[in-house]
């Protein structure tokens, strides 16, 4: 495997969304989909169909989930990203000129839209979606892009191996500190009761801390100590999809962006739980 990046870009951060990739130089990235699960989501009637996908990147792998709507809107923002190329002048000379390697800069087609033919046949669906995603992987144009490392929830904290393994990461809400708006006459449990703020989840083996997206700066840092604990749903957290992390000295409440983040998120807190209950003295 390669080197990772240099510890440096703890004390020297950049925006998630600006120039640089996270990935190592050198060693490819690439994709498989694994399976398929159906669920049907609270009252709604309609099942949705998840995608497990399995990301290798060296010596890091890493599993995430994904519906379809999220390959779909992938799509759309690397499209867009296309479209803007051809309008810079530097930008345009570069998606003229040819690659190396002989690849093509073309836009893979995504797969259509799930329906009867792909209820019946969803291993052919597994096999398309893997085509066109390790097909986007090859070109740094689209795999550099910071829609394409938001899909794969990577961040330059991802591949730093004395961090230790690929963990969980994505975008969340994060409650500051569980203060209530002042002069906000707050009664019962409402998210607009609290200020809110974007922050990047990242979770290791041993803690768990947020960045902020605009600066890439550590914001919150949680140690897995003997007294972690996580608590998952409205009635602990008072939000919806809600999770409660704890440890001795510290608690962030952090809002999922749907019922499929929120059991991620207690997973991991749940995978991290069963680490340090067999660690000696608990």
């Known amino acids: 495997a390669g080197e990772g990046p240099p510890r440096a870009r703890l ?32 009252s709604k009637v309609r099942t949705n169909t998840v995608y497990s996908l399995r990301l290798t990147h060296g010596e890091f792998t890493w599993t995430m989930k994904k519906k379809f709507k999220h390959f779909q809107e992938l799509h759309r923002d690397l499209m ?13 000379f570069a998606l003229q000129s040819p690659p190396a390697g002989g690849a093509s800069l ?10 009867d033919e792909g209820a019946r046949r969803p291993s052919s669906k597994q096999k398309q979606l893997e085509s066109y995603l390790n097909a986007l992987l090859e070109i740094n144009l689209y795999r550099d892009y910071h829609a394409m490392t938001e899909f794969l929830d990577v961040s330059q904290l991802s591949f ?20 209530r708006i002042p002069g906000l ?19 290791k083996d041993s803690f768990l801390l947020y960045l902020k997206p605009e600066s890439g700066a550590i914001s919150f840092v949680l140690l897995f100590d003997p007294g972690f604990s ?10 919806k999809y809600g ?26 807190g749940g995978r991290t739980s069963a680490l340090l209950s067999r660690l000696p003295g608990r």
């Open 11 to 42: 004390y020297a951060p950049l925006p998630l969304r600006g120039p640089g990739a996270p990935f190592l130089p050198g060693v490819p990235l690439t994709a498989r989909v694994e399976g398929t699960e159906r669920y049907t989501a609270g």
């Open 80 to 92: 867009r990203h296309k479209i803007l190329m051809t309008f810079l002048p530097l930008s345009r």
């Open 106 to 115: 073309e836009l893979p087609s995504l797969p259509h839209g799930s329906g």
């Open 160 to 179: 730093i191996p004395d961090l230790g393994p690929k963990g969980l990461e994505g975008m969340i809400l994060k409650r500051s500190g569980g203060h």
């Open 185 to 203: 006459n707050c009664t019962g449990r409402h998210q607009f009761c609290y200020r809110w703020s974007k922050r990047w989840l990242v979770v």
């Open 230 to 239: 996580i608590q998952v749903g409205q009635k602990p957290t008072e939000t």
């Open 243 to 268: 999770v409660q992390v704890n440890n001795t000295c510290r608690s962030g409440c952090q809002g999922a962006s749907s019922p499929l983040h929120g059991r991620a998120l207690e997973g991991s």
